[in-house]
C-alpha cells in the first residue's frame, strides 16, 4: 500500500504551501526521516522529510506548485509492494483522476479560490476521517481552508461552521486587490507568497508617522555595555511601550488587540526576507533580547528557522541601520497593523539646547493601517518610542 | 379579516362554495340533522335542503364509492368521514378507485371529490378516534392532502379543496374546531394547494410542521426567542403536493431543522421531507434533522398516557434548542 | 334445441337482429382476444365473458349513451355493447396509445366515458359505489340518467354490496344493479359460498325490487332491463336483476378449471348458447345468409381493430409520470414539478433534481 506524502500544516493559520524544490526525484530510494523536499510558505522555507522508507513513486506536483495542506503531493512505494510505477508530475489530460482534483491554488488575485474539482479536498492530512457537518466542508471549501487539524465543538468533535477558520491571512487582503495579482512570469517560485502580500497590502491605507531621535545617550550605552545592539534596544523598548498601545497592536483579522507581545524583526537572508520573531519579549532582559535576536538571525541565514519562530507577532521592526541607509518606511505584515523602521545612527546637524551641534541621529518611522489605527494613537505611540531612544534610562 | 373559530372557517367555506356551485353537495355520518359532532354543519340543510346535506347509514364504503361515482358523473362531493379513523373502512374507494381512476383511463375523467376528515388526538377519544393519517396518503399516487393549521386555512383550504379537480383529502383536527383566527373577508379566499406559509422568520433553526402542531410550534418558538434564539416555522398547509422548494429555501437560511408533527414519526411525512432534505439540501446541513412525532403506539386512553406520548411546544423548543447549541 | 313457436316481426324482429348482432360482435371480439393473448400480443390478464353475452347486449340495448355503467374485470361484452369501438378496445388491450385509455389501463381497467362507461374494474365489487354515486349525480343534477352495475355472484359477498345496495333503496336512487350470476366466483362455485341459490333474494333483504331471467335468452334480459328502466327514469327507485348465466371459458386466459368439468361447460353452451338461441327465436325472421354476414362483418370489424393496433405505437416514456391529477400536465401546477423530476430521475439513475441542491431556487 503506498504511503501517501502530503503538504504539512506548518502553523494553526497556513492554509497552503508551494513546493519550492523536490530534492529527492522519482524513482529515488528514500529512508523515513530523510529530507523529500522543500516546501516554502509566504513565511518560511521548510524541509519536508520522507514519511516512509521506500521509493519515491510519484510526483503530484512541480516545483513551484501550490497545494492545500492536506493535500497529496507524492507517494512512497514501500519496499514490500514491489516496483512501483513511477511517474513524475503529469500534464493534466494524462493524469488519473485523483492527481486532477487536487487542487491547485490560483493566484488570481482573488486568493485561495477552489476550483470545482477541489470538492475533493482532501482529509486530515494523518488520513483519519474528518468529521465536520456538510455546510462546514462547504464554508471550508468556499474559504480555501484545509480542515485538517480543526478542533470541531460540535457533538463528538463534530466540525460545524462556526469551527471553520478564516481564510488564509492574505485573503482577508486579497479581496481588495481582485483586479490586480497576475504574476509575472518568470517569478522566482519563491517570491510568488510576498509579491501576493505586497500586492495586497498596497491597496491599503498606509499613512506614516515619522521623527528623527537623538540617539546620543543609547550609541553611548552600546560602546560601553556591548551586550545589545540597535535592533535588540528597539525590541525591547517597543515591546514594553506597546503594553499602553493597544491599538497600534491591533489584529487585523480580529479587530482586537493582540495580547502577546511578540515582536517580528525583518532580516535579509540569502532566501530573502524572512521575519523571525521575539517571543514575549517584553518579558526579556535587553541582554536575552539581543541573544534571542542573534540566535534567530543565525537560523535565518542558514535556512533553519522553523515554524513556530516565525508569525503570530502583534508588530515588527525593520532595521536598516546596517546597511547604511538612515530612512525605511516599511509596509506592515498582516495581520499586524503598524511597524517601525529604523534606520542607521548617523552624525547629523542638530539642535541641542538652542545651539547647532553635530549629533547621532536615527530616523524613525512608523507605518500604520488607518483602518484600524489613526494618525494620533500612532504618533503618541511613536513619541514614546522616541522617547525611549533618547532617554533610555528610563528603561534600564 | 375577522376573527372567528375554526369550525365556523370551514362552515363558511361550506356555505360559500354550495352557493357558487350547485353541483357541490355534503354527505356523511350525523351531519344534516345534529348538525356535525363540532357545529362544523349547522344551518346547512336549512339553506340548502336535505337533499344537498345527506345524512347516510353507517356506511362508509358506501358513503366513499358514491362520492367517487358522482364525481365521475358532473357533481363536486364533499364526504364526511366524521373521524379519519374510518376511512379504513373504504380505503378501496379511496385507494383503489378514486386515487387511480384518472390515470388509469388515460385521464378521461376527474374525480373532484373532498374527503373531510376530523382527526388527531383529543380528550381521550381513544386509538381508534385519534389518528393522523395523512401519511398514508401521501405515499398513494393520485390524491391530495391538505391540512389546515388555522381558521385561515381551515377557510382557504377547504375551498381550494371544492374546488380542486382531483379527489382531496381534508383532515382536520379535532382540538381545532373550538380555536379562533383571523380569516379575510374576500369570499373567492381560496389557500392555493402545494404552497407552504412561513408563519414566522428567524436564522437560528427552522421548525417545518403542519396542522395542530403549527400553533405548538409558534409557541416553542416563542420561548426560545427569550433565550436568543431565532426560529423560523414553516407551514406546510399541503401534504401533497409537497411545496419542496419552501423546505429548502428554510434550511438553506438556517442549516438546521427540525420537523414536527402529530402523526406516527415513524414513516410519517417527516420522514419523506427529511429524506429530501438529505438529498436535495446536504451541503446546508449543520446539524442532522431532526423529526418528532407521536411515539409509535396506539394512542391511549388515560389522559396522563396520551398527553405523554406526542409531540408539544416544550419539545419541540428542545428539539431547537439542542440543535442550536449544537448539541445534536 | 327448441325452435320458436313463431318467428317475431317488425320492431321486435329488429331488436332481436340488433341483440344478435352485438352478441357476435362480443363473441368474435373474445375469440379474439383469446387468440392473441396465447399469441403474446396481450399483455396483463384477460377474463373472457364468451356465454354472457346476452346480458351485456341485452341490457345496454335500453341505454342511452348519457346513461352510466360499471363493469367488472369481465367487461369486454358490457364496454363494446355500451358503445365503444372495436379499435379502441383492441389498441389498449395490444398497450397501444392509441387504446381507449392510452394505453394505461388494460383489459381489466378499460373505459370510455364518452359512451358512459365509467370503466370495468379490477376489484371485485368495485362498482357498486361508482354506480350508486352516478345515480345519486343524476338525483343532485335533477336529469333522468340511470345508471347499470355489472358485477357477478362473488361479489354478492363483498361488504360495499350491501351497503350499496341499502344505500340506493333508501336513497331510492335511480340504478339497476345487473348480476351475471355465472355459478362461479373464481373458482368457488355458488354452492360453496353462499346458503340461497337465488341471489335476488338479498335484494328483498334491502326493500329492492328485483327480478330472476334467463341469462342466455337476450329478449329476457332486454326486457327485464327495460322495466327496471323506465322504474328508475320515472324515480321509481333502483332494480336488481338476476340474469342466470353461465362463462364458457376460465376465470382468465389460461386458467386450468380444475373446479369444474370440461362436460359441464360442452352441455350448458350446446343447450343454452345465447347466439344459438336468438338465432333460433328468429327463425325465419333471419335469412342464413344474413345470419352468416353477421359473423363476416364482425370478423371484418376485428380484424381491422388488429391491424389498427398493431400498426398503432406504444405510449411515450414520459407519459407514465403524468396523467396522475387534473392540470399536472400544466407546468404551472406545482404537482407537475413534481412530476417532471420524477421523470427526469429516471434516466436510468440521477438523484431528482430539484430546489435547494447546488443551491437553486424553486
Known sequence: MPVDVVMPKLGLTMASGTIARWIKRAGDAVREGEPLLEVSTDKISYEVEAPATGTLAELLGNDGDEFACGAVIGTIALDADGPAPVSTAPDVVDAPPHVVEAPRISAAGNGVAPTASSTTLPQHATGTRVVASPAARRLARERGVSLGGVRGSGPRGRITMTDVPEGHDARSLVTLSSSKGERPSRLPAARRAIFDKMTAVGELPIPQVEHVANVDAVHDLIERRGDFGWTAFAVYAVARILRAHPEVRTNATTGAPFDRFDIGVAADTPHGLVVPVVRNADALALADVQREIVRLARLARDGALTHGDVGDACFSISNVGPQGIERVAPLPDPPQTAILGIGAATLRPAVVHGKLRPARMLTCVLSFDHRFVDGAPAARFLADVVRAFEHPGVFL | MRTITFSDATLEAMREEMRRDATVFLMGEDIAKQGGIFGQFKGLPQEFGFDRVRDTPISEAALVGAGVGAALTGCRPVVDMHFADFITCSMDELVNQAAKLRYMFGEQCIVPMTLRAPDGITKSAGSQHSQALESWFLHTPGLEVVVPADAEDAKGLLKAAIRSDNPTLYFEHKALFPQKGAVPDDDDFVVPIGKAKVMREGRDVAIVTYGITTGRAMEAAAALEADGIEATVLNLRTIWPLDYGAVADAVARTHRVVIAHEAVRVGGAGAELAAWIAEHCFDDLDAPVVRLGAAHVPVPFAPALQEAMYPKAPMIADAARRLVRREL | ?362
Not at chain 3, 355503467?69 to 395490444?94: C, D, N, Q, W, Y
Not at chain 3, 347466439?275 to 381491422?304: K, S
Open chain 3, 1 to 362: 334445441m327448441a325452435q320458436a313457436l313463431y318467428a317475431p316481426a317488425g320492431a321486435r324482429r329488429d331488436l332481436g337482429v340488433a341483440l344478435l348482432r352485438m352478441m357476435i360482435r362480443i363473441r368474435v371480439l373474445e375469440e379474439g382476444i383469446e387468440k392473441h393473448f396465447l399469441a403474446g400480443d396481450i399483455p396483463g390478464f384477460a377474463h373472457l365473458s364468451i356465454g354472457q353475452e346476452a346480458v351485456a347486449a341485452g341490457t345496454c340495448a335500453n341505454l342511452r349513451a348519457d346513461d352510466a355503467i360499471a363493469s367488472t374485470h369481465r367487461g369486454h361484452g358490457h364496454t363494446l355493447a355500451k358503445g365503444t369501438s372495436m379499435r379502441g378496445m383492441v389498441a389498449e388491450l395490444f398497450a397501444r396509445s392509441t387504446g381507449v385509455c392510452k394505453g394505461k389501463g388494460g383489459s381489466m381497467h378499460i373505459a370510455d366515458f364518452s359512451v358512459g362507461m365509467l370503466g370495468a374494474n379490477g376489484v371485485v365489487g368495485g362498482g357498486f359505489g361508482l354506480v350508486a354515486g352516478a345515480a345519486l349525480s343524476a338525483v343532485q343534477r335533477k336529469t333522468d340518467q340511470v345508471a347499470v352495475c355489472f358485477f357477478g355472484d362473488g361479489a354478492t359477498n363483498r361488504g360495499p354490496f350491501h351497503e350499496n345496495l341499502n344505500l340506493c333503496a333508501v336513497w331510492n336512487l335511480p340504478a339497476i344493479f345487473v348480476l351475471e350470476n355465472n355459478r362461479y366466483a373464481s373458482t368457488t362455485s355458488t354452492a360453496e359460498t353462499m346458503k340461497i341459490t337465488d341471489v335476488a333474494r338479498r335484494a328483498d333483504a334491502y326493500g329492492m325490487p328485483s327480478a330472476i331471467v334467463d341469462g342466455f335468452d337476450a329478449f329476457a334480459v332486454h326486457d327485464a332491463i327495460a322495466a327496471a328502466v323506465e322504474r328508475a327514469r320515472a324515480g321509481g327507485g333502483p332494480t336488481f336483476v338476476e340474469c342466470k348465466t353461465y362463462r364458457a371459458r376460465g376465470h382468465y386466459i389460461g386458467d386450468p378449471e380444475r373446479y369444474r368439468q370440461k362436460s359441464e361447460v360442452e352441455d350448458v353452451m350446446h343447450a343454452s348458447d345465447p347466439i344459438v338461441r336468438m338465432q333460433a327465436m328468429l327463425g325465419d325472421a333471419l335469412p342464413a345468409a344474413e345470419f352468416d354476414a353477421l359473423w363476416t362483418e364482425a370478423r371484418a370489424e376485428f380484424a381491422d381493430a388488429v391491424a389498427f393496433a398493431r400498426s398503432s405505437p406504444a405510449p411515450e416514456r414520459d407519459e407514465a409520470f403524468f396523467g396522475v391529477y387534473s392540470g399536472d400536465r400544466d407546468a404551472a401546477n406545482p404537482v407537475h414539478e413534481i412530476e417532471a423530476r420524477e421523470r427526469d430521475a429516471f434516466v436510468p439513475f440521477a438523484p431528482e433534481v430539484g430546489p435547494g441542491s447546488q443551491g437553486s431556487g424553486h
